[in-house]
Every structure is written in C-alpha cells, then in structure tokens.
C-alpha cells in the first residue's frame, strides 16, 4: 500500500499545473475542467469499488491487487501520452475503473477472527497509505520540476508495475480464497451507510486542496515561478498531518469514547477548515491546514476499524467507497465555488459538510456494528 499510495501522490501533487499547461481554454474554463479530471477518477471508483469488494471476498485479494496495480500503470501511461484535456480526461477514467487496490487490502484485514489484530491490520494498511502521501508530494513535485511533467507520469507507472509484481510474487497467499464465517451474512446497512457517510464528510474536508493549489497559492502572493514546489510543501505538511493523525487514532480511541471522539474531531476540522479564510499567507495557511488534517484524519481508520471484521467485503468497498468519492466531491466543489465566488463561501461550504457529519458520527457511536 505505500508504493500504491506513493505513486499516486508523486502524480497527483503535479496534475493541476498540467492540466494549465496543456488547455486551451480560459482561465474559468481550465478550472472546471481541473476539477473534473482530477474528481472523474475516484468517481469511477466509486462505482465499481463494491464490485471488486465483492471478488475480493470470493477470491484472491492479492491476484485481483496485482492486476489492478498493473492496470493503473497502464494508465498512468496513457495520463503521460495525452496532447488534449479530452484525452487526459479519458485516461482518468480508466484509471478510476481500475482505483479499487485499498478495497482488497482492508477485505484481507477483515479475514482474521481476531477484532485486535484487524485493528492493528487496518492500522497498518491506512500508514502505509499515508506514508506513501506523505512523501510522493514532496518527491513528486521536485520529480515534475526536474525531469518534466510527463516523464514523473511515466516513473509514477513503473512505480505501480513493481509494486504489482511485488505483491504478485512476494506476498504470502494465506488470505487467498474465499472468506468464511460472518462475511456470508447480511451486514446491517443502516450502520454501514452513517459510517459511510462520515468517512465522505471528513475525506472530503481531505480532498479539496490539490485541484485548487495554484489559485490559492497565488491569492496567498506566491511567485508563479515558485508555485509548483511550495505547492509540493503545503501538500507534504496536510500529509504529515494525515499521518500522525492515524497513528494516533488508536490511542484516542482508548482514552475516548467513540460517541464522543467522532463529533469532536469533526467540529474541529470544520472550524479549522473555515479559519483558512482568514490566513494572508502561506505560512498562517499551512499551519491552519496542518491543523485541520491533523483533527479529521483519525476518522477514516476509526470508521473502517468498525466494520472491516463484521461487515464483508461489499460493505468495506461501499465505505471505501465514500472516502474515494470524496476525492470527486471535493475536488469539483472547490473548483466549482472558486470559479464563480470568493474562496471565504469554499471554506465555509465544506466546515458545514463537516459540521452535518456529527449526527451522523453519534448515532455511529451508539449503534453496534453487526449483521442482521
């Protein structure tokens, strides 16, 4: 999962100066159609994340992770070949049929008897992950500064080519096969669509920034020649952030209840999200922002802890799902806003997402996850 996560971030933090690289259409034009390439990909994995959770739990997690990893190298390829926003569009979204890798690591976690070491598992799956966003950002802008927008695409690719081959050929294949016991019942939807519903809430609060960076940083009066790699710095601190907030998810779960973890750490994030209004530079901007991510990334791994042992893999690919949707609301929102009104209504907009998640994150609390 860190190569996976590695590589996605080393392509992902440069995609939007790309994108203005390339177009041909106007300033407001180039935004919307930021927004859309980059939200096109997790929306398409949206929709077939289930699926693949659904093969997953009938068969070989790992032969369908290889496949899938080799697949998005293709992709990133392709991402690296396109002359047209069209084509680049058309290349995310065969990536996205294909974005579901995360899907069958959290089904594989799942399949130990022991709920500890499921936490411990999905612990270690969503560090990874944030490792990998940690310091692809920072790699990847330095990488896409240096040798050029389509030749970091390209590393990106051969980056996801060993990592299939990787867990293909070195990876144990004890979790292969079809799972057994509760993942054959019918896990109580009610629970699993109010986590699902948190995990969009706070992932989007997540996602926003990248589609919208080289606007913000100019707002914030840094030097368009500098763009790129201060953009690489703001992205690298959010992701130590997201990092150190999922190390110490567990830890505040034992000393706090659920009921009243989640509800706070959301208010957090909103408030901190909607203080972003108020920095006039970059250093005030990402000190708020590193705030912001440290308070909202304990909720995804908290959330998946409650239903990876319980729930089967259709329900952990509809959660997953909802942290990948994330990924098009937030960046289509920000977008969206910030092409036709002042970035205080963007910031206010997702504090109020956040904000709508706490009902949702005390009934989580007070309900037991189980099956019916």
């Known amino acids: 999962m860190f190569f996976g996560s590695f590589s996605w971030s080393f392509v992902y933090i440069s995609l939007p100066f790309h994108i203005q690289r390339i177009s041909t259409w106007d300033a407001a034009g180039t935004l919307t159609w930021t927004g859309w390439i980059m939200g096109i990909t997790p929306l398409a994995t949206v929709v ?23 697949a ?17 569009f058309l290349c995310r979204v065969v990536l996205g049929v294909t974005g579901a890798a995360s899907t069958f690591a959290f089904v594989s976690a799942g399949r130990s008897d022991d709920p500890r070491d499921v936490r411990r598992q999905v612990a270690a799956i969503q560090s990874g992950m944030t490792i990998g966003q940690v310091i692809g950002p920072l790699v990847g802008a330095i990488a896409a500064a240096r040798l050029g927008f389509r030749a970091s695409f390209v590393v990106g690719a051969g980056i996801l080519f060993g990592c299939g081959a990787l867990v293909r050929w070195g990876v144990p294949d004890s979790a292969d096969g079809p799972a057994s016991g ?6 109580d939807w009610g629970g699993v669509l109010a986590v699902a519903g948190i995990v969009l809430g706070g992932s989007t609060q997540i996602f926003f920034l990248t589609s919208i960076l080289p606007q913000v940083l100019h707002d914030l009066g840094v030097a ?3 763009t ?9 601190a959010s992701a130590v952030a997201a990092a150190l907030g999922s190390v110490l998810a ?51 791994p908290l959330a998946v802890a409650r239903i990876a042992q319980a729930a089967g893999g259709v329900a952990i690919g509809v959660v997953n799902s909802a942290r990948i949707g994330a990924a098009f609301v937030g960046p289509v929102i920000a977008t969206t806003l910030l092409a036709w009104s002042a970035p205080t209504a963007l910031y206010a907009a997702l504090a109020l997402v956040g904000v709508a998640c706490v009902p949702l994150a005390r009934a989580a609390g007070q309900r037991p996850m189980g099956y019916r």
């Open 48 to 70: 077939t994340a289930p699926l693949w959770g659904r093969w997953a739990e009938r068969g070989s997690p790992r032969t369908l992770y290889a496949v899938v990893q080799v």
């Open 72 to 88: 998005q190298g293709l992709a990133f390829l392709g991402t690296a070949a396109a002359r047209t926003l069209i084509e680049l």
């Open 182 to 187: 509760s993942s054959a019942s019918r896990p």
């Open 224 to 226: 368009d020649d500098r």
């Open 228 to 236: 790129l790699e201060v953009g690489g710095l703001v992205i690298f």
């Open 250 to 300: 567990s830890r505040l779960a034992d000393l706090v209840p659920e009921r009243r973890l989640l509800p706070g750490l959301l208010v957090l994030s909103s408030l901190s999200v909607a203080a972003l209004a108020l920095a006039h530079n970059v250093w005030v901007y990402g000190a708020l922002r590193f705030l912001q991510v440290l308070c909202v990334a304990p909720v995804f």
